[in-house]
């Protein structure tokens, strides 16, 4: 390095060493807050106005890094930022071989050495992969969830990443919506509490250990209720259904210590989030206190352009950095025009300060700027990834994320021996599609197909025929999936191999790459050819174990009038096929519920839960049609939220509350008794929801207050107890505030959402 360029590492080195290298993290700390500011000060005072901007300045991988240096186009242009000390972040790129190789450029050869964050979608896993986030929430197991996304941190920072675009967080009611597949489901507690134990699992107690990586909550704010279920469509909803609904997840996560913030690409009642300083600056850094920073969702900055809100780049910086988005996400658009809009007064550059000092902090938190290779190690990165503990660990998730929908006659779980079973469906055979969307660091072929994991069980006599492919042409990940609509050419052979089976076991459903952003469906049955294929099997033999694969909730009323085991199986990842065959023969109970509505078709969607009633919710009059319903459909829909069955089954009895009201500060105690009457250990998750039955803002029927799971001997009972207090009630009010209003409630306990026992309380103010 030049002599200037030394000399300003080492005043940047003594600003480091200046105080302890203890920080303050998530859980605690060693430090005080006011001495790591001082820290981020130190470095602060150093930098150029351009050098501030550029930490806000965030690159996607751009050149072969071991390659030749790019000498023209956008590549050299980029390549000279990063040189100049221009480029705060780097995402997709891994390995540690390369991120060495780009933090040695930031760290030794930019005027100040400012070590760089590598950003990486490590949704679901990074080379071992889990089931896809909302196949985890049907877990209700926050400390299976806990450890998978530990899991994927420790694989990711291995490889020298130290920053994960997750855990999505958007509430999702509509199955059309691709990303469904990327979050907890429909239900804003159970999300606010899957939300906590992934930040916690991603961030762990220590940002500067070697296992952990940063959390970003995302998509800030309403994503998922974009119009028809189409991906980053127009979003107008209620500041009510915002408040009670959208943000306690993020909130959640925000309270948790997540330490980064992701913007959407939707706009909300008419302004851009990127662009939206109401949810950016007033709720998130001010009502909620946020001290990290937030970066945009990718190019979502300039895409305030098509949206008609800003008329160019420039504009779309200016607008993006007062409205509180902190890092350009591959726009260029704040390395471009930041400086001159502050040279012009448009912006303030207390604004620009703010942002580079909370990245800058961030970076301190990890540990960066004591050690700019912490995460760089070729030898640990060998001995990580892929180790046998992380492959137990996500056959254990997977295994907890099945939801057994049916099963009549006792059809599972399978004999062990003396059976000809027959496998149908692609999807049986597929190594790739069980990992599901958004795996991109993971191998194709490397998932543990249906078809091994039951050859796996030799007593059986296993015979496997395609049916019908799924889809036709490139299936890559930056491919769209082509439905097969035409090909039938494989349905004599499984319809003779099912004639003489005493069980067929169906693989049916989405390809992996079915669901996913960018991945909205109108048409949410089977896909192409595989609901006539399920039929013409059917008449030569009922008995079918039907095995979904799928990324969201699917319609398949047919299936259910008619199939009599039908298994939820989602897209579990690495073991899928493992995890599915030990719950079929029965090694595994299943315990997963649901964490969003099946419906009976497409139109009902979106379809939830914890609906309002309307002024008509029913009418007594048997000719009358002037009630809130469907002329040609139930309004019910056809699996409710929390349902999930088990191999034994679960009796619920003598509800009871320790007073019928309470007031201020006090509480009741919700107490019932759940017994075993199955032959079966098994799990069961008990679910409690209230309903605050008159309130200055009209309240849903049910919502979720809470849940534990237990587990019981085949006979055995127990009883659980629940705790309803004021914040148990609170909602966002007409006064515009959380609050809890006196009245009448009902308390509900069951199984799921709709199979529940009920009790009357009363809160007095």
């Not at 301190?364 to 030898?379: K, Q, R, S, T, V």
């Amino acid at each position: 390095m030049s002599v200037i360029k030394t000399m300003s590492f080492v005043f940047i080195t003594i600003a480091v060493l200046s105080c302890s290298s203890k920080i303050i993290q998530p859980k605690g700390g060693f430090v005080s807050k006011n001495q790591l500011d001082f820290r981020v000060d130190s470095v602060l005072k150093l930098m150029t106005l351009k050098e501030k901007i550029g930490q806000l300045n965030q690159y996607n991988g751009f050149w072969e890094i071991t390659g030749p240096t790019p000498k023209e186009g956008q590549a050299a242009k980029k390549y000279a930022d990063l040189k100049n000390g221009l480029v705060g972040s780097m995402l997709n790129v891994k390995g540690v071989k390369d991120v060495r190789a780009l933090q040695k450029i930031a760290v030794e050869e930019t005027r100040l050495g400012i070590p760089l964050i590598f950003g990486f979608d490590v949704i679901h896993g990074y080379k071992t992969i889990s089931p896809i986030p909302l196949a985890e929430a049907a877990s209700w197991d926050l400390k299976e969830i806990k450890k998978s996304a530990a899991i994927a941190a420790e694989e990711a920072a291995s490889v020298g990443l130290n920053w994960t675009f997750a855990p999505m967080v958007d509430v999702s009611r509509d199955a059309r919506w691709g990303r469904v597949m990327e979050g907890a489901g429909e239900d804003p507690y159970l999300g606010s509490q899957i939300a906590i134990a992934r930040v916690q699992g991603f961030q762990g107690d220590d940002l500067k250990a070697r296992n952990t990586i940063l959390a970003c909550a995302k998509h800030f704010a309403a994503y998922a209720f974009a119009e028809s279920g189409r991906d980053y469509n127009t979003v107008d909803i209620g500041e009510s259904t915002l408040q009670n609904i959208v943000f306690p997840p993020f909130k959640a996560a925000a309270d948790a210590g997540v330490r980064t913030f992701m913007n959407s690409f939707n706009e909300l009642n008419g302004i851009p989030a990127t662009g939206n300083a109401y949810l950016q600056r007033k709720i998130l850094k001010s009502d909620w206190g946020f001290e990290g920073f937030v970066v945009s969702d990718w190019g979502s900055i300039n895409e305030m352009i098509p949206h008609g809100f800003a008329k160019d780049s420039k504009q779309a910086a200016e607008i993006a950095i007062n409205a509180g988005s902190d890092m350009d996400m591959e726009s260029s658009a704040y390395v471009d025009h930041l400086e001159t809009l502050v040279k012009e007064g448009k912006v303030k550059e207390t604004l620009i300060d703010d942002a580079a000092r909370r990245i800058l902090r961030v970076k301190f938190e990890l540990g960066l700027f004591d050690n700019p290779y912490l995460y760089c190690d070729e030898n640990y990165e060998k001995e990580t990834l892929g180790k046998a503990a992380f492959q137990e660990g996500v056959l254990e998730m997977a295994k907890k994320s099945i939801v057994l929908l049916k099963n009549e006659k006792e059809l599972l779980p399978l004999k062990k021996s003396g059976q000809k079973i027959v496998v149908i469906g692609v999807l049986a055979n597929d190594k790739t599609s069980p990992l599901g969307s958004w795996r991109i660091a993971a191998d194709d072929n490397s998932a543990v197909s249906l078809l091994e994991g039951l050859q796996k069980y030799e007593g059986n006599q296993l015979t496997y025929a395609k049916g019908a492919d799924v889809t036709v042409g490139r299936t890559q990940f930056i491919w769209e999936t082509k439905i097969n609509t035409t090909d039938k050419s494989g349905f004599a052979e499984a319809i003779a191999a099912a004639k003489n089976a005493d069980v067929v076991i169906m693989s049916l459903g989405e390809h992996g790459l079915q669901s996913g952003e960018g991945r909205s469906r109108t048409d949410i049955g089977l896909p192409g050819v595989q609901q006539e294929l399920l039929e013409e099997v059917y008449k030569v033999n009922p008995n079918i174990v039907l095995v979904l694969n799928n990324g969201r909730p699917l319609a398949i009323p047919w299936a259910d009038a008619h199939i009599p085991a039908i298994v939820e199986a989602w897209h579990l990842g690495t073991q899928s096929g493992n995890a599915i065959a030990q719950v079929l023969y029965g090694d595994y109970n299943p315990s997963g519920k649901l964490p969003m509505t099946f419906p009976r078709n497409v139109g009902q969607l979106p379809i939830y839960y914890n609906y309002k009633n309307t002024g008509r919710p029913v009418m007594n009059e048997p000719e009358s049609v002037f009630w809130s319903h469907y002329i040609d459909e139930k309004n019910t829909p056809l699996y409710p939220f929390g349902y999930g069955l088990s191999y034994t089954q679960f009796e619920y009895s003598d509800l009871s509350l320790s007073q019928k009201s309470f007031s201020g500060d006090g509480q009741i105690e919700v107490s019932v008794n759940v017994k075993n009457t199955g032959k079966y250990k098994g799990k069961e998750v008990v679910q409690l929801y209230i309903r605050d039955l008159i309130a200055s803002v009209t309240r849903p029927v049910k919502e979720l207050k809470g849940f534990e799971m237990i587990e019981l001997q085949a006979g055995a009972s127990q009883k659980v107890i629940f705790t309803i207090n004021k914040k148990t009630i609170e909602f966002f009010t007409a006064n515009s505030k959380w609050e809890a209003e006196p009245g009448d409630f009902k308390v509900f306990v069951g199984g799921n959402s709709v199979q529940t026992l009920e009790r009357d309380f009363q809160y007095l103010k």
